[in-house]
């Protein structure tokens, strides 16, 4: 357990003045750097008690809690959940992560050979395991665009994509905020341009939800899937999916249960025997970010991780590799060399194995890159920590 004062340091002057913090409890190891909250979110203090005193009340009578009242749960944390997205209620399930859930719309879409999935590189790696077992199955294509980290605007995302659809796109898939490169997407144009183009649009938004703010109206994907146990904090594993209207007679849970051929909602809220915690968390975990303040917080992760990871760059000799408009609490710098999958993986090991720091070693288009995250739990000193494990690591200095 950790208890740390997250106020402004005087070096980060990106953090500003009026976003003093009260103290927070982390259940996070004060021994280590841990600078990978969005790899599995992480428990504030009063988050995880709220969520023992749950796990007593549902062992206190499970049969009760899940049989009786739990409709009644269930609805009360969407309904809280759909204020924090701007959503309608009647519009969200909830499935275990983002990954069951952009499973869930690619199974439950009736694709046909030739048809053709478009997708970026900055996919999640389950995302694209997910559409390559779909053209292996069920013989459509999938197209990769590339999107550079320096691209200059929203508006050459978009054109990038768009000019991937053809008359046999059937769906189109993005990041709002992509898990490998922090990247985050002008989802809201891209949903405008995919709908302007007849097509549908899945938005993988597993560390959007929290991360930054999200109206689901204005964005109007067709599908929108967001974990609320990363940048949210409660616990693992929890995320919540918006389907339009128009598409609600069509999708199912991967799991028929009870109330399959109920309906949309009722097929969702009940897949079998669950652990009802995590879900059931959700509230206090609203409660303990809406008490901070959402936007101060945001404003504080987005300065701290931004000075960090130009300490970072400096020591290394290298750069920050996004353009500030297209980040929010995730970071990239690029490594000095390229690595590969197996030489990423044991730096990541050694890094928390010798120096007890954690960060995420992440590849795009033939480069390399640390990705490093900015929460309340975090200090200026992580960053450079991460620093001098990099050079240490890799034998280069700044």
Not at 11 to 17: I, L, Q, S, T
Not at 203 to 225: R, Y
Not at 356 to 372: C, E, K, P
Request: proline fraction near 7%; include cysteine.
């Amino acid at each position: 357990m950790i208890t740390r004062w997250v106020g402004p340091a005087d070096r980060f002057a990106g953090v500003p003045p009026d976003s003093r913090l009260p103290e927070t409890r982390w259940l996070v190891d004060p021994d280590i750097a841990y600078l990978n909250h969005g790899g599995f979110g992480a428990l504030p203090q009063a988050v995880a008690d709220a969520a023992a005193a749950l796990r007593a009340e549902v062992e206190g009578n499970p049969t009760d809690l899940l049989m009786r009242q739990w409709q009644e749960r269930i609805d009360g944390v969407r309904a809280a959940v759909a204020r924090l997205l701007r959503a309608r209620e009647d519009d969200l399930v909830f499935v275990a992560n983002a990954t069951a859930g952009t499973a869930t719309v690619l199974a439950s879409l009736p694709l046909q050979p030739a048809d053709e999935l478009v997708i970026t590189d900055h996919r999640y790696p389950a995302v694209a395991s997910q559409t390559a077992a779909a053209a292996a199955k069920r013989g459509v294509s999938v197209i990769e665009v590339p999107v550079p980290l320096d691209v200059p605007s929203d508006e050459h995302i978009v054109d990038r994509v768009v000019a991937a659809i053809t008359p046999r796109t059937r769906l189109l898939v993005v990041d709002q905020i992509a898990s490998p490169t922090g990247f985050v997407f002008p989802v809201a144009k891209l949903a405008r341009a995919a709908h302007d183009a007849g097509v549908p649009i899945l938005v993988d938004a597993a560390h959007a939800p929290g991360q930054v703010d999200v109206d689901l109206e204005a964005i109007d994907a067709d599908f929108w899937v967001g974990n609320l146990h990363k940048w949210v904090c409660s616990p693992r594993a929890a995320a919540v999916m918006r389907v339009g209207p128009q598409w609600q007679k069509l999708l199912r849970p991967l799991v028929p249960s009870h109330e399959y051929a109920t309906g949309f909602q009722p097929a969702f809220d009940w897949t079998g025997t669950l652990d009802p915690v995590p879900l059931l968390t959700i509230p206090a975990a609203l409660e303990f970010w809406d008490a901070l303040g959402w936007d101060v917080v945001r404003r504080h992760q987005r300065a701290l991780v931004t000075d960090g990871a130009h300490v970072v760059a400096t020591a290394l000799g290298t750069c920050v590799a996004i353009e500030d408009q297209f980040t929010a609490a995730m970071r990239l710098v690029q490594l000095p060399q390229s690595l590969d999958d197996e030489q990423r993986r044991d730096l990541v090991y050694r890094m928390t194995g010798k120096h007890r720091v954690t960060a995420h070693v992440t590849q795009h288009q033939g480069s390399t890159y640390v990705r490093m995250c900015g929460q309340l739990y975090n200090r200026p000193q992580d960053y450079e920590r991460l620093a001098s494990a990099l050079t240490a690591e890799l034998g280069t200095t700044g």
